[in-house]
């Protein structure tokens, strides 16, 4: 059946619409389209797709420092310990540099800080940020104007692209000091893990072998004193007689740093041979390294200045018969250096509270390092070598990786072997007395059970191995770690600290996170746990007493006899499982009495005199 035509009436009754069946289909099409790009819009801000991507950080472009500007222009420094930027301060003026350390970063200046910076920050952003926003505000309060201040001043500091806040700091400086009207001053920055390779990029500030060198003797001098002052300071006779004698001795090395000059060895070396070293550039360039290396690490530059030096320190008298409980101090790196506010002035709280200190010198870090590195060539060993392919080229490439792993591993723990022979015979120059570097293989040996070493954040591996390394040998009573409130890689450390108790006999942790407030609630529980510390060094030197079989007036008398044991030079040796210096001065003392024959035959026949006298006085 086929349908007729349509009727005329019903064709006049339903007229075709303007532009007919294709404006019908367009118009379907066009609502299609429609709903589906709704629906897609829908979904899209379902999954968050409707958020711009974000852009790459880029950082800021700022005015170059340039050579032009150095006579005129001041680079402020800060976040090291007083004697570090004092040693620091000299070596750039050798190098042509003007330089002020930052005043001391009080709490003040963490207000400052938090002020003009960003919320969420932890310590050593708030404090070193608000020490510099004061002091500039403190020479445009003097008359200076912010151009003046800005063209006249850089901050020189470290910065690091490591998994915590620290790899921002150099951002949040700089939105800091925009925020307290010093828009455009200068960051110089260094990452500090590209070491000595690293670049600031800018002509002014250019990474001499004279300040390289120079660098390397600060660090090792101020770690060596700081230490020394440490060990020492608890014992002293005279109050203050140890500050006052470091004082000296740091003012005569840093005016031995701030005159040393780069030597050219076609001023020392004959002209018939320099002619020929010349024109050859490696030749030429290891022959200038060697001869500036043994200039200020080994020569005669330096063995004065340390000469010097203990000329000044040995004016100090000890005591080494006071019992003291020995910290030994953990944490994150700016916390457990700093002296001031950023750590509630914990240094100077421990030794009033009657403690001798161990603090972590910089070198420890700077071995860590190293150690970092070597491990990581080491693990990412064969990752070039093919898989498949040809035999011979296979073994070509794992020959050629084998020869460069082994190479880079050589080339670093030489310069890990060289910096700690170095250092050890600066201890070796006072005495003994400050405390060797540790070997950083026993520090992640003694980590590994709790904490892989090549966990990367904060001080790693470190704070964990400390705790075991110190508790295991018994050469701490008590391990505090102090860190910032919040710091992501010392909270990580914090959590495995709870196994390492649980697992690790004689040990006695305590945590401290700092802030800008809580320094009472702070000192009261190192108070607490002093208290066993005490207990600890009290009963360790009861028993070395106890194992000599003398009296400690006989201790005393021979003390009191022999100047050298009053000496800040003099060597106490440890014995092993002792951590007490006194415990370890009294069996050291006795050693000593057993072994001077003639002084133990003076000795009985004068308390035979005595003994002699008290009886004819007796009726």
């Known amino acids: 059946m086929t349908a007729g035509p349509i009727p005329e009436t019903l064709r006049a009754e339903a007229p075709d619409p303007p532009g007919g069946h294709q ?21 899209e801000h379902r999954a968050h797709l409707d958020i711009p991507p974000p852009e790459h950080y880029r950082r800021e472009l700022e005015r170059p420092f340039t050579a032009e500007e150095r006579d005129r222009v001041t680079i402020l420094i800060g976040g090291l310990t007083s004697r570090h930027e004092q040693l620091i301060q000299a070596i750039l003026a050798a190098c042509g540099h003007r330089c002020l350390p930052l005043p001391r970063m009080d709490l003040a200046a963490c207000l400052v800080g938090k002020q003009y910076g960003n919320n969420g920050l932890c310590n050593p952003a708030y404090f070193t940020v608000g020490a510099l926003v004061s002091y500039l505000q403190q020479l445009e309060a003097q008359g200076l104007t912010r151009r003046d201040i800005v063209d006249r001043y850089v901050f020189f500091t470290a910065t690091t692209c490591g998994p915590c806040r620290f790899g921002m700091y150099e951002g949040e400086f700089r939105l800091a000091l925009r925020n307290a009207g010093f828009e455009g001053f200068r960051i110089l ?80 070396l004959p002209g018939w041979l320099w002619k020929r070293l010349k024109p050859r550039k490696v030749t030429r360039h290891t022959t200038e390294v060697l001869m500036n290396l043994r200039r200020h690490i080994y020569g005669r530059l330096t063995t004065d200045a340390m000469r010097a030096c203990r000329e000044r320190l040995a004016k100090i008298e000890v005591d080494r018969l006071r019992v003291k409980p020995i910290v030994k101090i953990t944490g994150e790196f700016w916390a457990q250096t700093t002296e001031g506010d950023g750590n509630f002035k914990m240094y100077e709280f421990l030794e009033h509270e009657g403690a001798q200190v161990i603090v972590d010198p910089l070198g420890t870090w700077l071995m860590y390092l190293l150690r970092q590195e070597r491990a990581d060539v080491l ?35 030489m310069g890990a072997a060289i910096y700690r022979q170095r250092y050890h015979a600066l201890c070796r120059a006072l005495g003994d007395v400050p405390h060797h570097l540790i070997d950083q293989e026993e520090l992640a040996e003694a980590a590994e059970p709790f904490y892989k070493s090549l966990a990367r954040g904060g001080e790693g591996h470190l704070e964990v191995g400390k705790n075991v390394y110190y508790s295991t040998r018994r050469e701490a009573h008590m391990v505090l770690s102090l860190k910032p409130f919040g710091c992501m890689p010392s909270t990580q450390s914090d959590g495995v600290q709870s196994t390492v108790a649980a697992r ?116």
């Open 189 to 268: 920055t260094f990452q500090q893990d590209d070491g000595v390779r690293a670049k600031t990029g800018e002509a002014g500030l250019k990474l001499s072998m004279l300040l390289g060198l120079g660098a390397w003797n600060a660090i090792q001098f101020g770690d060596v004193l700081n230490d020394f002052a440490y060990a020492v300071r608890p014992f002293e006779v005279g109050p203050g007689s140890t500050n006052r004698a470091l004082a000296e001795a740091m003012a005569l090395i840093s005016e031995d740093f701030s005159r040393r000059t780069h030597l050219d060895p076609g001023t020392r």
């Open 504 to 619: 690790v006999n004689n040990v006695l942790f305590l945590p401290i996170e700092t802030a800008a407030e809580g320094e009472l609630h702070a000192h009261s529980r190192v108070q607490m746990v002093l208290v066993e510390a005490r207990e600890r060094a009290e009963e360790e030197f009861e028993r070395a007493l106890s194992s000599t079989g003398k009296k400690i007036s006989e201790i005393r008398r021979y003390v009191a006899e022999h100047a050298e044991l009053r000496s800040p030079f003099h060597h106490v040796p440890q014995t092993p499982g002792v951590a007490g210096v006194a415990a370890n001065f009294v069996l050291h003392v006795s050693q000593l009495i057993d072994s001077d024959h003639a002084w133990r035959s003076q000795s009985v026949v004068s308390q035979s005199g005595l003994r002699a006298s008290a009886n004819q006085q007796v009726p």
């Open 379 to 413: 693990d990412h060993r064969g990752v070039n070598v093919p898989r498949g392919g040809p035999r011979g080229a296979r073994f070509r490439a794992r020959v050629k990786d084998e020869m460069r792993t082994g190479l880079r591993r050589l080339g670093m723990w």
């Open 23 to 43: 404006d019908l289909r367009l118009s379907a099409e066009a609502e299609v389209a429609r709903r589906l790009a709704e629906a897609r819009e829908r979904l």
